[in-house]
């Protein structure tokens, strides 16, 4: 009787200890990299500042906790899909679309085929996707998607400015 009561006793602690052991590995993050800095150069995002740019929105709203709470309502499967900025970021975006100090869901691109793309890739999704009937400036500041579409040249991802972009 003695021995099934340490047996018992052996096996509860032991499951005890495990669970414990899970718990600790479960509470710690793992590392952002962990094999260290990634390999070349890290380049700085890309704001277009200066450029005339193809904006597509997503809503406006007037304070940046509803526009994220709204982004992150949307679903584009892997893909970012909108960026929250504020509406002053882009000269010309608020005879548009929104006032000084209101916040927009924006992805912003150098050609009319990626903005054209791009909205279709968010109906796809069932998102509202707006493309501006007028080109905006950027006046730097945020991130808001350059970078994700394809060069005209068809040799990869545009990561410049085009004739179309340019003032």
Do not use: C, W
């Amino acid at each position: 009787m003695k021995q099934r009561h340490a047996i018992v006793a052996g096996l509860a602690a032991g499951v005890m200890a495990s669970a414990g052991v899970l718990a600790a590995a479960a509470r710690t993050a793992p590392n952002p990299q962990p094999y260290g800095r990634p390999i070349g150069p890290a380049m700085a995002s890309d704001t277009g500042a200066g450029e005339l740019l193809v904006g597509v929105i997503g809503g406006v709203f007037p304070s940046r906790q509803e526009a994220e709470a709204a982004n992150a309502s949307l679903v584009f499967g892997d893909l970012q899909g909108y960026y929250v900025v504020p509406v002053a970021q882009f000269q010309g975006f608020k005879q548009d679309v929104g006032e000084p100090g209101d916040f927009a869901l924006v992805s912003v691109f150098r050609t009319d085929e990626g903005a054209n793309a791009f909205a279709e890739l968010a109906a796809t999704f069932g998102n509202e996707a707006t493309i501006l009937p007028e080109r905006v400036r950027s006046l730097g500041g945020l991130y808001a998607g350059l970078g994700q579409e394809a060069n005209p040249d068809g040799s990869g991802p545009l990561l410049g400015p085009v004739t179309e972009s340019l003032p």
